[in-house]
């Protein structure tokens, strides 16, 4: 048999491997080839390949048994920021260098071999901590854009966008706190989704923001990521911040039809809300035009384009750059050189223990994070900064319960350019963080969103890039979102596109 590779996606494999067409070893052989090949890119952390091996041999010995789920044998890769008992753990960081946990994170364990039967092949590179939007913060070096590698592939699961966009691997898993999933998908021309906040469970995902982490799927199309949603997705009695609700099979949810749709219109009766400061001036005309022309397409498979309001969709960024600060600067506390991970050498006394591991182990994107968390959390300012924040946090969630009276979901641009040049933005964070402005309001409100490739735009320098359409929808409406993003993936190519040499 001639093993197709990772280049087709995640129900295609599927089905290849249920047709007997490939076999498990030779979709993960693969893979770790085009690893191999591709390692200036940057995305992996971890390699194991015999582990990989072992799987993919189990997950073959499933099928000829006729015992195996549908996507066993399928190759993945997870973003280092989930703990895995097999590969090290690093979450970008040197405080976690060579850290190997003594178990699986509940969405490692449900698309692996006790669930999904899916082959691990990689950890992937991330910012640091999950703390960035270029994954230019990891502390193992960038990850580039495959489309252009003088460009960030965005972040902080860059590593996991940029290897799905080169065909290393045809789904990965990524966590978005404040459009850690989106941005990067947009700016690698690949498919991602951030579920409601409690879809996925938290447990074992080394925590950055505890009310604002969530985790995700990245793939070829809406599809793929409705499948590997179904798997991953559920309650978990360990994680408190999980939602009690019965399991979702999204992918069929995804391919219900519409009432009242049509073949040739089978978003016929859907609303879809365009927020006005989703198009601001100082929107980049390449990416907006993209972006319309997606909105065209929808409008041809019958959806109607209403216009809405997000009015507090500006006092995303502060409100964002208070909450998530405050919760990483509590959460990074248990990172004292004490229990686990880095330590530094021969302290005199505690206190030197404590500073002199922190200053090493954390890099600076990390420790500025943790200094603004730690003055909005002191006394003094808690009341006037953390708690504001918060009471603004309800509001912009309160805008877009208003706003879904009048549609079935949101749309807009992911972010207000295409992928950046690495280095262009080091110098002043600030820049950085004013690019999240379009994924941040649905994170606050904990809401379904998703990145679903638009189209091309070009650079000042003459390079193609991909440009992301997104969507958010209303609590635990991932379905709408999916099969949205499905209609138009049907009738466009812009998901199907590779980069040069990939």
């Not at 498919?191 to 604002?212: E, H, N």
């Not at 950046?420 to 964070?429: A, C, I, R, T």
Request: proline share 7%.
């Amino acid at each position: 048999m001639s093993a197709p590779g990772p280049v087709l996606g995640v129900a295609a494999l599927a089905r290849e491997l249920a047709a007997g067409r490939v076999s498990a070893l030779e979709l993960a052989e693969a893979a770790l080839a085009r690893f191999e090949t591709h390692a200036a890119l940057g995305t992996a952390l971890a390699v194991d390949a015999e582990l990989a091996r072992a799987q993919a041999r189990a997950a073959d010995a499933r099928r000829a048994r006729g015992e195996a789920p549908p996507l066993a044998g399928v190759p993945i890769a997870h973003k280092d920021i989930f703990v895995t008992r097999d590969l090290p753990t690093t979450a970008g960081s040197r405080m976690l260098q060579g850290y190997l946990s003594p178990f699986d994170a509940t969405v490692v364990e449900r698309l692996g071999a006790g669930g999904a039967g899916l082959v691990t092949v990689a950890k992937l590179n991330c910012d640091e901590f999950a703390m960035g939007s270029s994954n230019e913060n990891s502390a193992y070096g960038p990850v580039l854009n495959p489309w252009d590698r003088s460009r960030v592939p965005g972040g902080s699961s860059g590593g996991s966008a940029a290897a799905v966009a080169a065909g290393l691997v045809p789904a990965a898993t990524g966590t978005d706190t404040g459009g850690s999933i989106r941005q990067p998908s947009s700016f690698c021309g690949t498919t991602g989704i951030k579920p409601t906040y409690g879809v996925c469970s938290r447990w074992g995902m080394i925590a950055f923001a505890s009310s604002l982490d969530q985790a995700g799927p990245i793939a070829r199309s809406a599809e793929d990521c409705a499948l590997l949603l179904s798997a991953m997705g559920g309650f978990d009695e360990r994680d408190s911040t999980s939602a009690e609700r019965a399991p979702v099979d999204y992918h069929a949810a995804m391919l219900a039809p519409r009432e009242g749709a049509t073949p040739s219109r089978p978003l016929a009766g859907l609303r879809i809300g365009l927020p006005r400061e989703f198009f601001p001036a100082a929107l980049a005309d390449d990416v907006a035009g993209a972006v319309r022309g997606a909105l065209r397409e929808l409008e041809v498979l019958g959806a109607t384009l209403v216009d809405v309001s997000l009015p507090r969709t500006e006092l995303s960024i502060p409100v964002y750059y208070i909450i998530a600060p405050a919760e990483a600067s509590s959460n990074l506390s248990r990172f004292d050189g004490v229990k686990f991970g880095h330590r530094c050498a021969d302290p005199a006394d505690l206190t030197d223990l404590y500073e002199r591991t922190r200053a090493e182990g954390f890099g600076p994107e990390v420790k500025r994070r943790i200094m603004i968390g730690t003055y909005v959390l002191s006394h003094g300012y808690y009341d006037a900064y953390y708690l504001q924040a918060q009471k603004l946090r309800r509001m912009i969630a309160d805008d877009f319960q208003a706003a879904f009276r009048d549609c079935d979901l949101i749309a807009g641009p992911v972010a207000p350019t295409v992928a950046w040049k690495l280095g262009e933005k080091g110098s002043d964070p600030v820049q950085s963080y004013l690019a999240d402005i379009f994924t941040l309001p649905a994170s606050l409100a904990g809401l379904p969103a998703m990145s679903v490739p638009a189209g091309f735009a070009r650079s000042a320098d003459g390079a193609e890039l991909p440009v992301g359409l997104q969507l958010v929808g209303r609590s635990f409406d991932e379905a709408t979102l999916l099969a949205t993003a499905h209609a138009l993936q049907q009738v466009t190519d812009w998901h199907a596109r590779r980069p040069a040499g990939c």
